[in-house]
């Protein structure tokens, strides 16, 4: 892991504007790159209006980008930011976290509690649509923790052994789902409705099993691709939750508790091979290892505002100890069926 909580930013180059500057946390890393006013005052979202080829550039290069010391403080100038770099912000649908509506499309990052970390993943990794791009608004700062880690998932992909790569390829990845009162979110809450036929329709479009167990309990099963090609470069990525939702992922104290009362097919979230067969667990062991190897730290300040290429870059969330709120936005759909997405 890669922590830059120590770490001085270096310059690295003034822009012709002379309007900001870009700075490294850590150069080994190049993750995030930081974007800081030259000027004070600076407004965030007026600036980036005017600068969206620049913006563009950077986050395609880089993945991440963490902008501070603009001026930003309301959550509808975090909005507006969103919308003049991505378009409007997008509804959060087939949830699988909790989380707050603060605005139009605008939540609270996930309301887990605060002694649990988050686990590296890539947002909605496991629909059929989800956001290229995702941002994230610290407004107000842990007294310990509470970061939001990142890691580069084209340096993943590299290293991922080629004998996983081709057997996820060839049998892709069946991600089940238990949805109830029970335990977890209900379905709900999940899918934002409490109509049955909104749900199953919402599924069929998706390519998504449906099961009714009870009125209170809905069971989900899709099989997915685990590499993408970027929509904009092409590159194969390795996008999924096949980590994330699998049962092995989650805290040991948790993870008992849960194997203690369900069968594996009937956990909240979990993750097979596409024909059902499990994945082995030294696979899982090293694709965890792989993403914390490319894990990247650093700390909140009050009015951050980090930008994700969401295909380039996981993110996950550090366990804290006070106060803390990160605000979180997603923009420009990518659809799974999408020829240029598809791979191979």
Known sequence: MKSLRSIKPKLLKLSEEKLVRTTFLDEASALPLVVEPCVEGLELHLWATAHQEFINSELSRYGALLFRGFRISQISEFQEFATNTSGPPLSYTERSSPRSQVAENIYTSTDYPANQSIFLHNENSYQHVWPQRIFFFSTVVAEQGGETPIASIRKLSATIPIEIREKFARLKILYVRNLNEEIGMPWQTVFQTTDHSVVEDYCRRAGTKVAWRDESHLSLSQVRAAV????????????????????????????????????EDSLPANTFYGDGSP??????????????????????????????????????????????????????????????????
């Open 228 to 263: 993408y090609r970027h929509p904009s470069s092409g590159e194969p990525l390795w996008f999924n939750h096949a980590t994330f939702f699998h049962i092995s992922t989650l805290d040991p104290t948790l993870r008992s508790m849960l194997l203690s009362e369900f069968t």
């Open 279 to 344: 994945i082995e667990a030294d696979v899982l062991e090293t694709l965890r290892s792989l993403y914390l190897d490319e894990k990247v730290v650093f700390s909140w300040q009050k009015n951050d505002v980090l930008m994700l290429d969401n295909m380039l870059v996981a993110h996950g969330r550090e366990p804290y100890t006070g106060n803390r709120r990160v605000l979180v936005g997603m923009a420009q759909p990518v659809h799974s069926h999408d020829p240029k997405v598809a791979f191979p």
